[in-house]
């Protein structure tokens, strides 16, 4: 009895944690809201935080103080150090986001105009949001006319753009960069303030494009982590994107005792990267002590002279060092062969396992890391 209700508290702790990775997620965002996954993501590498009460609060705008801040988290430079002075008239060195206006001025996303206002406190508009990202990356050059005309094939308003703003818009489309809410398809609306929901969405595309094409300034700031460990040697590296595909292999080192004889469907595991998951180019991936977790999917016990036992293990989330959890999808099965146990000329023998076992993960699903910084991407 006491083995059953233990049991079933740890399974219900490991949901607990599934459902509710790193951070609290907010009421008033489900996951069929058009922007769930961004929002989560933002808020489970601490770029976008809710309110007091829980929610998040999609629909309210973002002030452009605010906007910048997101910005240069989101490109994981607010620690960078910047001894750039800047020049608006309404931003002195005692409110709080001077720092971080003086290092968007510093990589390229706002010009520093001197004289004139930055305007804090005003909402961010859908241009200010979209000139900030396309200045971030590195973009090939569009003429006026062929900006026109991309415009005007793909957006309803677009003659109702800035003049100055077309070229950005263009190179915004081309790039996949624009966002529409559901109901506004087609429609470009640059002056309308931008929402919560939009803004992660928009920082979320921004932190993948410039993964690949950062700007000069931005380069050599995110520059890749190098490692040494236990090669993964498939890897897809896209900029400063690593992707390791499904299928593929690696060692996990168990921190429970599992064993066909002793475990049952649905019980819980724990384990642990025995050493840094690195590329064959040494970026690093993953980091050693990184905590995996599941659940038992499928045991089949040792029967004398009829079976070996077989035991299968289902890994459901990774928690990574720098506090970010993450469904990781995989499969480990272990029998008394492939974990190292002689066998017998008798069949039946039962697999166990204990901590410090090391057993392969098989991957379901791809894993998409930024190399920069180890942020996974879902």
Do not use: C
């Amino acid at each position: 009895m006491f083995k059953k209700i233990l049991k079933g508290m740890l399974t219900l702790a490991l949901f607990a944690v599934i459902g509710n990775p790193a951070h609290a997620f907010y009421s008033d965002m489900t996951e069929s809201h058009w922007a769930y996954q961004p929002v989560k993501f933002l808020t489970d590498v601490g770029i976008v935080v809710g309110f007091p009460d829980g929610t998040y609060k999609p629909d309210i705008p973002v002030t452009r103080a605010e906007f910048a801040s997101m910005a240069i988290k989101a490109l994981g430079q607010e620690y960078a150090n910047v001894s750039q002075a800047i020049h608006f008239e309404d931003i002195n060195s005692d409110f709080w986001a001077y720092g971080i206006i003086q290092k968007a001025v510093y990589f390229g996303l706002i010009p520093d105009a001197k004289g004139e206002s930055f305007r804090p406190f005003d909402p961010v508009t859908r241009m200010d949001a979209i000139n900030i990202i396309v200045n971030a990356l590195s973009t090939s050059q569009i003429g006026q006319k062929e900006a026109e005309e991309i415009v005007s094939k793909n957006y309803k308003d677009a003659n109702q753009l800035p003049a100055a703003f077309v070229v950005t818009a263009a190179k915004a489309h081309s790039l996949d960069l624009v966002v529409t809410m559901p109901g506004h398809e087609n429609m470009m609306e640059a002056m309308r303030p931008a929402n919560r929901a939009e803004v992660a969405a928009l920082l979320y595309k921004m932190m993948l494009a410039a993964k690949q094409s950062p700007n000069d300034k931005l380069a050599p700031a995110m520059e890749k982590r190098y490692g040494e460990g236990y090669i993964v040697d498939n890897v897809k590296v896209q900029g400063s994107i690593g992707i390791i595909p499904a299928g593929t292999i690696f060692p996990i080192r168990l921190e429970s005792v599992v064993g066909s004889a002793i475990s049952s469907v649905a019980d819980i595991y724990t384990a642990k990267t025995p050493k840094n998951y690195v590329t064959k180019e040494g970026y690093l991936l993953i980091e050693e002590n990184s905590d995996l977790k599941g659940a038992v999917k499928y045991v089949q016990r040792g029967s004398a002279f009829k079976q070996q036992g077989e035991i299968i293990l289902r890994n459901e989330l990774l928690v990574t060092p720098n506090d970010q959890a993450v469904m990781v999808y995989g499969v480990a099965t272990l029998d008394p062969q492939k974990i190292g146990f002689w066998r017998s000329v008798f069949k039946g023998k039962n697999v166990l396992a204990k901590p410090g076992q090391i057993v392969n993960l098989r991957l379901l699903a791809p894993i998409k890391i930024d190399l920069t910084n180890g942020f996974i991407y879902e």
